[in-house]
């Protein structure tokens, strides 16, 4: 008897009360991050700036590759969990080398920065390091028309440093980065 | 790497900053006294006492204890379940998800309930906000709580003396719910959320990417549920990718938070347990203990995914070379720092997938599970667990000098010994019974997605995760297979159970002891030597 009221008041306070409580709290004070962080342009939410996208095109810049659904899936996160040997895991990455050098130009005895050829554990990484994104101003350049001194400014505005000055890794947000080239005129 | 250094440096520090004025905090909560937060709580917790008509002057004996805690689990097992199965027809559910097939339904509700949180399902695919809310939310809170009160029935065991009894399990539960959990979660909760992870009721939401495709956003009540997954060292995410989805751990920050609120309470219990005892050196050398074995595992962690994966390198890539299955703003020390902790403390949230990690960073993770997570363990957990240990060394120091051993003014004997070596040994059994079925066995073998050795690793780490109720995995095994569901739900509840029922048992003939006086012939359990032997 005890038990099953124990249960039901418990269930009551924490299934109920505590998150609709937070539920309230939180969009009282930070209403922007508790709806997801979107980002508006024009009126139109077009991502959140948590969350990465796919890119393809060689006018944007790229993000890492993802094995959350077909690729940046959001209702889908996960990483390919391959282990450090399988052979699946080399011969892919390979591959993506393959892809990354041929679209950027580079010759095959450079090295190109891991988490550009590597999934990310959520497959929504929306980050990648400064060294990715520099690899890719050529490419931007020519396929923009704009002077690569011009891109890769951009790109320097673009890196955030390590949270707190010690906190983390520095890194680029990909999507906050394509959308300032898209407002580039 | 000397930012990565830093990080991990300042991490321990402010851990054992915290710890130990939350130490004598909850020493303050367990032991009755008035702490600042009474005006408040009293009234809430005399409500939930005369609620459920719980008699706050009634004592349990082992036996009373156990039963309660059985019946209060199992009553909690089978809600989880049904709420899982009826999910379609209950409100809250804005992505109209059907029912949670049975064996998964089976293995969540043993897994949520046994503290292990288990991920056989994808979150954000499975459960409604109903589900996630009252099913998986108040079990991340019960279970810790439950896992607390035994480490606290196992200390009244030292402290009583020639009495049957260990206290009151709803008081226990019911104090540490209102005192410890429920008031940390709600703080961290709304500091998370401040950071970017979400908390709503919103359905997903559908938007253009930059690059004219659809993309959809799964939303929910994250951050509540965050907030006492780590507190409670439960561990089953809200989305499939836990705490590596960005909007369940947005930032570095989040990511230290997060770290902090896993470890804190199993790092606090080790003080509080000094203080309730009356010797703060008894506490100290416990924590000290798991503080060495958790800075060795770090180490090799670490250097280990420093020095990268030398096959992939041959390719050419430049360093770190081990970012498959990261996220790049945790990069290489917050990864391999979060892995080390979930694994030492028995939550089994992952920031990465540990999957990919090289072959001895994964060795240590597993390595660190099954010694029974007693490096700092889970909430409660790793505490009794400890305690066991300590017992099993007292014992064998004392067979050496050809004395009695005593442990806190209390003779161990057989009894206790036979429980305590039933602790030990019923894990470690349900980790090699259940992976040797599974590797021999088709249906078994079915699931994996690695071929070779590291194949047999998923699924030594996964029974070894079930049983040690840690819940991360090598996730390449694909687990959720009715085989899987309910071979490691076992496993859970043998590893769960078969620990705490001995564990109260030894509680309960230790407080029917009397104390004896320490003599010049007793064992001192606070020197360095003591300590290296608990080592």
Known sequence: ?185 | MSFDLLQMGSYLAVLLLLAVPLGYYMARVFSGERTLLDPILKRLERAFYRVARVDVTKEMGWREYALSLLVFSFLGMLTVYLIQRLQGILPFNPEHFGAVRPDLAFNTAVSFVTNTNWQAYAGERTMSYFTQMAALTVQNFLSAATGIAVALALTRGFTRRETGFLGNFWVDITRTTLWVLLPLSLILALVLVSQGVIQNLSPYLKITTLEGKEQILAMGPVASQEAIKLLGTNGGGFFNANSAHPYENPTPFTNLLEMLAIQIIPAALPITFGRLVGDRRQGLVILAAMFLLFVLGLTIVYASEYYGNPLIKALGVSSPTTMEGKEVRFGLAQSSLFATITTAVACGAVNSMHDSFTPFAGLILLLQMMVGEVVFGGAGAGLFGMLVFVLLTVFIVGLMVGRTPEYLGKKIEAREMKMVTLAVLIPGAAILLGSAVAAVTKIGTFSLSNPGPHGLSEILYAFSSGAANNGSAFAGLNSNTPFYNITLGIAMLVGRFGVILPVLAVAGSLAAKKTIPPGPGTFQTTTPFSFFCSL
Request: glycine share 10%.
């Open chain 1, 1 to 185: 008897m005890t038990s099953s009221l124990m249960l039901l008041t418990m269930t009551l306070l924490l299934g109920f009360i505590y998150p609709l409580a937070t539920t309230g709290l939180a969009y009282l004070l930070f209403p922007r991050q508790a709806s997801g962080s979107l980002i508006y342009r024009d009126g139109r939410v077009v991502g959140s700036e948590l969350i990465g996208q796919k890119f393809t095109d060689p006018r944007y810049f790229h993000g890492r590759p993802s094995a959350a659904g077909e690729g940046y899936d959001a209702s889908a996160s996960g990483g390919s969990n391959l282990g450090p040997t399988n052979k699946k895991l080399l011969e892919t990455i390979a591959e993506r080398l393959a892809v990354v050098r041929e679209e950027n130009g580079l010759s095959t005895n450079e090295a190109v920065p891991a988490d550009l050829v590597t999934c990310s554990a959520s497959g929504l990484d929306p980050h990648i390091s400064p060294e990715a994104a520099l690899i890719q101003v050529p490419r931007i350049a020519r396929a923009r028309g704009v002077p690569e001194e011009k891109i890769r400014q951009l790109v320097e505005q673009h890196i955030e440093g390590r949270q707190f000055g010690f906190l983390g890794e520095p890194v680029v947000n990909v999507l906050k980065l394509n959308l300032a080239l898209d407002a580039l005129r």
